[in-house]
Nanobody, 119 residues
Framework: VQLQAYGGGLVQPGGSLRLTCETS????????MGWYRQAPGKQREFVAT???????IYADSVKGRFTASRDNQKNAAYLQMNNLKPEDTGIYYC??????????????WGQGTLVTVSS
């Protein structure tokens, strides 16, 4: 299983970024995909899920600002992040959610991408 997140960077508060998660090694179309982040000095936390049905689930802290999506033809997931806040700063990861689960990921983590929101 390969999970590669990219698209992070430095952005000012109120700005936007779009993260991409490229995957391989599993059947993407039948797998719920999740986005997680880890802020400096904090534990990794759930951000969003894009289910196989395109149903989305979001953490309260990002509702209305972030949008998760997927492209089964490209085996890729995306996270559009708008109106970014300094508290959104962290390393963002994508992962497979466990079978039948929407917010419980497998233990294998790929490389994340750093998002820094600062003026």
């Amino acid at each position: 299983v390969q999970l590669q997140a990219y698209g992070g960077g430095l952005v000012q508060p109120g700005g936007s970024l779009r993260l991409t998660c490229e995957t391989s090694g599993f059947t993407f179309s039948t797998t719920h995909m999740g986005w997680y982040r880890q802020a400096p000095g904090k534990q990794r936390e759930f951000v969003a899920t894009i289910a196989t049905t395109d149903r989305t689930i979001y953490a309260d802290s990002v509702k209305g600002r972030f949008t998760a999506s997927r492209d089964n033809q490209k085996n890729a997931a995306y996270l559009q992040m708008n109106n970014l806040k300094p508290e959104d700063t962290g390393i963002y990861y994508c992962n497979r959610q466990r079978i039948g689960q929407y917010t419980i990921p497998y233990d294998q983590w790929g490389q994340g991408t750093l998002v820094t929101v600062s003026s």
